[in-house]
């Protein structure tokens, strides 16, 4: 059980996570995190002004079941199978986070400073997350894919688009992590 | 019934991302600081075994549950749509420590505020749908 309460190490978590990939594969689908979010633009009716919107969208139903799946996934998690273990960062990490404000870093899995109620009624916070927010759905949607369409299973596939979207989603966190947060916090 | 086995499959992607910290905001933030490699670890492996298991599946030892080929899409040929839709995406990603699959996975386990990003998100991709046919792709 200790295994399993435990954060898991990557080479168990790497294996189980193309296995995601594999299974979807297997139901004769294909593992995309970020396609429901296209979904739903035509669930609410992008689609009467937007040609790209104008699709069966029902054919889609069981990516929004994965989706559901996962936040539930994520409350079973969370509730039943964690103990109170810190993430085991890097202690230069946590010194340079504090440095910018960070608090506790590791303590929780997103940092309150950007996540709790007061960051998100502060008109700094609420911005951030909404900028964030656009970017991801913009630039998802611009590459063609995310973390799991183009990292897992474009590379996965050996496929070239992939490796030049990845290539672009590294440049961009470097220069958001190194240049843009110093800057922000 | 027939979409239980979907639901089945997100849960474990759900338990797996957070067991693994791959929804850490820090280990992202660790990751693009070079400060750590168990994002690299998990990534790394993750490709590794996905490799293998297509190249299996290439040679028709793994078949699909309707008997068909294991069949990954194309993506489409091009550099512009993927280097600067890559770069805008990895804006975000490292800004709010989520790529989309996690965001939904840190709901669930009580991070509530992710509602206002994924709302963010859903916008930023009907903004993508409008402006696509202005864009180099």
Known sequence: ?185 | MKYLKFLLVGIFFGIVLVKSEAVSWYRIYEMFRFQSFHMYGIIGTAIASGILFLQISKRGIVKSIKGADIFVPKKEKGITRYIIGGIIFGFGWALIGACPGPMYILLGTGVYSMIVVIIAAILGTYIYGVLKDKLPH
Not at chain 1, 14 to 36: E, H, W
Not at chain 1, 51 to 71: D, H, P, T, Y
Not at chain 1, 90 to 115: C, H, I
Request: aromatic residues 12%; glycine residues 12%.
């Open chain 1, 1 to 185: 059980m200790e295994y399993i309460l435990n954060p898991w190490p990557w080479y168990v978590s790497g294996p189980l996570i193309s296995l995601v990939m594999a299974l979807l594969l297997y139901f004769g689908k294909t593992f995309g995190m970020s396609s429901n979010l296209r979904t739903m633009c035509s669930i609410i009716g992008a689609g009467k002004t937007t040609s790209f919107f104008k699709f069966n969208w029902k054919e889609q139903i069981w990516n929004l079941i994965v989706v559901l799946g996962a936040i539930i996934g994520g409350f079973i998690t969370t509730h039943y199978l964690s103990n109170d273990s810190l993430t085991d960062l890097n202690p230069a990490t946590v010194v340079e986070l504090q440095n910018m404000g960070f608090e506790n870093s590791g303590a929780t899995l997103v940092p309150n400073e950007m996540y709790s109620i007061e960051a998100l009624t502060s008109p700094k916070g609420l911005l951030l997350l909404i900028l964030g927010g656009l970017l991801v759905g913009f630039g998802t949607r611009y590459a063609g894919g995310c973390t799991s369409g183009h990292a897992i299973t474009g590379l996965s596939s050996l496929q070239k688009p992939s490796l030049i979207a990845v290539i672009g989603f590294f440049i961009g966190g470097l220069i958001m992590t190194n240049f843009i947060l110093p800057l922000i916090f």
